[in-house]
């Protein structure tokens, strides 16, 4: 019984390890992804050019998991499978990310709190969005869009 259980366990190693799965950049213009990253493009950053564009491929399958957008402004932009946006960093860029990004009631906190801040990244993940003002603070808004976390800049 112990020999079997070793052939068998064996055997699962050898089936998994030749099977393996790994994520691989793969260059993809803009064109050829989802409509939404295409629409979203041309509404937030209409004239700006990309500089280059890929999609994180999971192999063996040729399905997407991500979509990456590098603006020539330095502006660096995420999107799910779908072509919903999920990360807008612009940390190296000169331009702002547009506050209509984000809901109404995290716009009102943010121009009512920190005027003259401007946004350099937003990161959206389960019901959170996650803000980096220019000032160097860092907010969470909670599903409700209220803030529930201000982290202080360093000093």
């Known amino acids: 019984m112990k020999k079997l259980f070793t052939v068998l366990a064996i055997a699962v190693a050898?089936?998994?390890?030749?099977?393996?799965?790994?994520?691989?950049?793969?260059?993809?213009?803009?064109?050829?992804?989802?409509?939404?990253?295409?629409?979203?493009?041309n509404d937030y950053y209409p004239g700006v050019a990309v500089q280059n564009?890929?999609?994180?491929?999971?192999?063996?399958?040729?399905?997407?998991?991500?979509y990456r957008v590098n603006l020539s402004d330095g502006t660096k932009l995420w999107f799910d499978l779908?072509?919903?946006?999920?990360?807008?960093?612009?940390?190296?860029?000169?331009t702002p990310i547009?506050?209509?990004?984000?809901?109404?009631?995290?716009?009102k906190t943010i121009t009512d709190k920190y005027p003259g801040a401007t946004v350099k990244s937003i990161k959206f993940?389960?019901?959170?969005?996650?803000?980096?003002?220019?000032d160097g603070q860092k907010l969470t808004f909670d599903k409700t869009y209220?803030?529930?976390?201000?982290?202080?800049?360093?000093?």
């Open 98 to 107: 547009t506050i209509d990004l984000l809901p109404n009631d995290a716009r």
């Open 14 to 41: 050898v089936v998994l390890g030749t099977t393996s799965v790994k994520a691989e950049r793969v260059e993809m213009s803009v064109d050829k992804m989802p409509a939404q990253v295409q629409t979203f493009l």
């Open 53 to 66: 564009s890929w999609a994180k491929m999971m192999r063996p399958t040729t399905e997407p998991m991500w």
């Open 82 to 94: 779908t072509g919903n946006w999920y990360q807008v960093n612009a940390k190296k860029s000169n």
């Open 125 to 134: 993940q389960k019901d959170q969005y996650k803000v980096k003002l220019s």
């Open 146 to 155: 209220g803030l529930v976390v201000k982290k202080d800049k360093k000093k």
